[in-house]
């Protein structure tokens, strides 16, 4: 018997069974840390329908809006800022022949807003008369408010790079109108500034000098109220200070040395009288020593004490020498004393003449005193008076001055810029921007068109190459089918459609056929002695019949026994494909016993194919198709065939299909190249127990190998690199 499919083995050698779901590939999956840059490409490549239509619609917008956008001109004036501007007349006195200073750049900056400021704009919409346009009489906003909106919309000021330079620019549907009011402004900004200026200086003479008049009276009412002030409370001063300052001055100086002098005077009396009062002689009282007569009273004193004690001496005390002596001493004593009374009497006059001057002086301080505090009162009074004088006066003067410099520069005023070039009447229109509307629209449409195109890979559910089912879905990839029109350009028809089961005797050398040889071998080397094999798949319309017929149609020319089961009582394709005869037993007649397998069995006269078809009117319940019944009829097709192919229902609607897979020794679950959605084929998995179902793996259906290339690196991704090896 040959082997239909072969043997698999495990690590050991062993032969066993493959697992369900889940499996260790040889083959390591790529980096997850590389960037694969084809990848990317590829993506682009099998998106570029996507990313060219997303990319064509913006384009024809970006045409579209150009095409409606109205057509505007814009007229262009410069004016050059006076950078060095002389000073015809000086300002003040103090103002010399001294270079003007430079503008700065915050200086331009401003000078540019003053373009298209509310005052320039105002003007300008006065010049041109736009208040009696038909087109802004009717605004609610009122004619001239709605000109200078009309004007703010289309006016724009720069500076001309980095010069003095300002560019003044206006954008309109008619370009004479353009140019018309683009040099308006230029004139507004550079002679209408200057006229302005000039009345502005007129203004301002007019106003000071009626204000210089009223200052002037001010200042002098204020002047004549001190004076008035000072007559008034007796404020009167000099050049030294006030009056009353000075007197106090003087009584200061007299009070002091008065205060000193009756201080010393007293000090020389209570000397004396302490000396006395301590029994001094009277010559040594101090202000009698210095007295010339005590002076010559002591010498005559001397002088009878020499003699009177030479007397005693000589004659002892009771001579009458002595004794005349004794008296001439004592009369001498008596004088000195009585001198001494004299000059302690002048001491006590003095001594109280010194005292009644200081209480004089002292009286007449103190009235001084009273009287400056008096003045010191008056003198707040002054100092506010004073003070508003001052004010008035320097007011006036600075009034005077600033009118001076006024009347000097009058009609000497300078432009702050000129005219440098008029603006001309443009002859193309500015706006839209052909060039750059459509570089724009296709930049957008560029980016728009990649993502639109990585967004679509991103939500596409199919699957599309082996790795997908392998590192997505964690089991094994069998293959691919291809379609037909994709690998040969010729295929026999039956009523102008292609049959592609019929591809397999037309060409066997060919991909198509080839495909279905490359899924008997990847079957048979992902499974153990898997004779009885059924494809199913999770949704109708995914290619299973078709394939099951053809891999049978395709291992019965190889030489094999195999019967083809049709096992979808719903759908009948394989039945379909045969075109049965009516009254034919099939396989639920079998099933039933009514008729055994050999009187059911259709032979393909081109394969030497066995088919055991549906019969026409298979009313029978569907419960013997996962019954016993079943069991035994595999069993003794078995004994019969080397492989048996059984085409079952789809998986997600039928929930027989689950059960009849249990009855095989493998199942292939067959997946619509890119259409079946990846959560149909999770769910359907996902619903086969793994200890029941053994699962040889997925395969691909009607792949299209023109465009497989595009989509990654799969097996079939080399495809046009070895196309040459089929026939």
């Not at 308006?184 to 000071?208: M, P, S, V, W």
């Not at 100086?253 to 302490?274: F, I, M, P, Y």
């Not at 009458?320 to 002596?325: E, G, H, S, T």
């Not at 070039?421 to 728009?448: E, I, Q, R, Y």
């Amino acid at each position: 018997m040959n082997t239909a499919v072969g043997l698999y083995r495990n690590a050991a050698g062993v032969p066993g069974m493959a697992p369900a779901l889940g499996f260790e590939s040889r083959v390591p999956p790529p980096a997850a840390d590389r960037v694969d840059l084809r990848l990317l490409f590829a993506v682009f490549r099998r998106r570029l329908g996507v990313f060219l239509a997303v990319m064509l619609a913006v384009l024809a917008g970006g045409v579209a809006v150009t095409a409606l956008q109205p057509r505007l001109y814009t007229a262009r004036a410069e004016v050059t800022l006076n950078s060095r501007p002389q000073a015809v007349a000086p300002t003040s006195a103090n103002d010399g022949p001294q270079q003007a200073a430079i503008p700065s750049e915050g200086y331009v900056d401003t000078q540019v807003a003053v373009v298209t400021s509310e005052a320039n704009l105002a003007a300008v919409a006065t010049t041109l008369g736009l208040a009696q346009d038909e087109r802004f009489a009717k605004s609610p906003l009122g004619a001239q408010a709605a000109a200078m909106v009309w004007l703010r919309k289309g006016i724009t000021a720069s500076r001309i790079g980095s010069t003095y330079g300002i560019a003044i620019t206006f954008e309109d549907s008619d370009p004479a109108r353009a140019a018309r009011i683009a040099n308006t402004f230029a004139q507004q900004y550079t002679a209408g500034a200057l006229e302005a200026k000039r009345q502005q200086a007129r203004q301002t003479t007019t106003t000071i000098a009626e204000r210089l008049e009223q200052l002037r009276q001010q200042a002098l009412a204020d002047t004549a109220a001190v004076q008035r002030y000072r007559i008034g409370n007796n404020l009167l001063s000099t050049t030294m200070g006030s009056l009353t300052e000075q007197e106090i001055s003087s009584y200061n100086q007299a009070v002091t040395t008065a205060r000193a002098e009756a201080s010393e005077d007293g000090a020389r009396l209570d000397a004396a009288r302490r000396q006395m009062a301590l029994g001094g002689s009277a010559g040594g009282v101090g202000e009698v020593a210095v007295s010339p007569a005590i002076g010559s009273l002591r010498a005559q004193q001397a002088s009878a004490a020499t003699e009177l004690a030479s007397l005693t001496a000589r004659y002892g005390p009771r001579h009458p020498d002595v004794l005349r002596a004794k008296a001439a001493l004592g009369a001498v004593d008596a004088r000195i004393s009585d001198e001494t009374q004299r000059v302690i009497s002048s001491l006590e006059a003095r001594a109280r003449v010194s005292q009644q001057r200081l209480a004089s002086l002292s009286g007449s301080l103190q009235q001084s005193r009273g009287t400056l505090a008096q003045n010191n009162a008056a003198m707040v009074g002054l100092q506010d008076l004073e003070k508003r004088a001052e004010t008035s006066n320097a007011l006036y003067e600075s009034y005077l001055n600033r009118f001076k410099e006024l009347t000097a520069r009058e009609g000497t005023e300078q432009a702050d810029a000129d005219l440098l070039h008029p603006a001309g009447v443009p002859l193309k229109p500015t706006s839209p921007n052909v060039v750059l509307n459509m570089v724009l629209s296709a930049a957008l449409g560029l980016g728009l068109g990649v993502a639109a195109a990585f967004a679509a890979e991103m939500t596409f559910s199919g699957l599309t190459t082996g790795d997908d089912i392998e590192q997505r879905l964690g089991v094994r990839y069998l293959g691919s089918i291809p379609t037909l029109d994709s690998v040969s350009r010729s295929s026999i028809s039956r009523g102008g459609e292609k049959v592609p089961v019929a591809a397999l005797l037309e060409d066997p050398r060919s991909a198509f056929s080839e495909s279905f040889r490359s899924l008997r071998a990847s079957i048979a080397m992902n499974t153990t002695q898997a004779r009885i094999i059924a494809l199913t798949s999770a949704l109708p319309d995914e290619g299973k019949t078709t394939t099951a017929i053809c891999l049978a149609r395709s291992m019965a020319l190889s030489g094999d026994r195999v019967l083809l089961i049709d096992g979808d009582l719903r759908r009948q394709g394989v039945s379909r494909f045969l075109r049965g005869e009516a009254g034919r037993p099939g396989l639920m007649d079998v099933l039933s016993g009514s008729a055994p397998l050999e009187a059911a069995l259709v032979v393909d006269p081109a394969t030497g194919l066995n088919i055991l078809p549906l019969a026409q009117s298979s009313n029978e319940a569907p419960e013997m198709l996962t019954g016993d019944e079943m069991d035994r009829m595999l069993a003794t097709a078995r004994e019969m065939f080397d492989a048996i192919i059984i085409d079952t229902a789809p998986v997600l609607p039928i929930a027989d299909a689950r059960l009849m897979l249990r009855k095989a020794d493998a199942s292939v679950f067959v997946v619509r190249w890119r259409k079946t959605p990846e959560a149909a084929l999770r769910s359907a998995l996902r619903l086969l127990p793994d200890d029941r179902v053994q699962l040889a793996g997925v395969a691909l259906t009607r792949v299209d190998m023109r465009k497989q290339a595009r989509f990654g690196y799969g097996d079939d991704a080399f495809y046009h690199s070895y196309k040459r090896y089929y026939a």
